[in-house]
């Protein structure tokens, strides 16, 4: 176990969170919630049928609830029809959408029932998403809802000792100038909230300082001059190339005045494009373990999975929810 989950599993079992698992149809649920349980990551509630319950697995301490008979069925209900209604919502609708694991786990979250929720194994990004900010909303002084991957490489010598955040690689499409420095900043925070040390923070580009000239590198260039004056004091540089962000002896050589060339830790890509096959390629070419997508400015901590994750990828998404609800 690399160390940054050895140190985010410590964090999680200090706070002693209760995570709603709303995908009790997939397998490799019920076995992150098993492993999360006896490592004491978080107290674990699973969405479930009874038909849904695996007979192969030990699944005494996990709290099942099935919410089609739930005894605080009616109380959600009520909450997203209050919730919703301005936007139309009937309590007939409210009735219905409140049987979709994905909205009874977030309102789950919403009504105290539980600190944090981790989906996305079966649900797509947008279903699970959707259903949290309709009901949690974004965070005060929040103006962009973004998402990132913490990205654990064994053997590097780069990053914070090989363990980066890439941003954003899971929600916003092709943000603006103005997004793309919401999304370095916001990254920033989240990488120092939970790897403890400080974001050196890349915005990247096919340019380095002006090498080339396109509409492309423009956007990256003026959402650098946009982070840096929204956030005077953060590490921050750009346009970098890949290799001049990373690697000590190509950012000497292509940004010698850079405070971030050659040490960034935290990675921001220009575009969703990039920024997802660059979290793929380094998952299955490196090794990497891929933690995410982790959401950031949403009210409280709901946390997408990627569809091919693992059972281990659902406990470490387990364990730095639990420690972002600690520090909601």
Known sequence: ????????????????????????????????ARQALDAKIARITVLASPAEVPTNLDCSGINV??????????????????LRQAKGMTHEQADELIADPLYFGTMMVKKGYADGAVAGAVNATSAVLRAALQILKTAPGTKLVSSYFIMDVPDCEYGADGVFLYADCGLVENPDADALSEI??????????LVG???QVAMLSYSTYGSAKSELTEKVVEATRLAREKAPDLALDGELQLDAAIVRAIGESKAPDSAVAGKANVLIFPDLNSGNIAYKLTERLAK?????????????????LSRGCSAEDIVGVIAITAVQAADN
């Open 1 to 32: 176990m690399s160390s940054f989950l050895t140190k985010t599993i410590e964090r999680a079992r200090a706070a002693d969170k209760h995570i709603v698992l709303p995908e009790g149809s997939d397998a490799r649920t019920w076995e992150a």
């Open 65 to 82: 609830i099935n919410p089609a008979n739930a005894d605080f069925k009616d109380d959600l209900a009520e909450s997203l029809y209050q």
């Open 184 to 193: 370095a900043i916001a990254s920033a925070a989240s990488f120092e909230a």
């Open 197 to 199: 040390q400080q974001a």
């Open 288 to 304: 990497a373990e891929a933690y995410g997508p982790i959401t950031q400015g949403i009210a409280a901590p709901v946390n997408d």
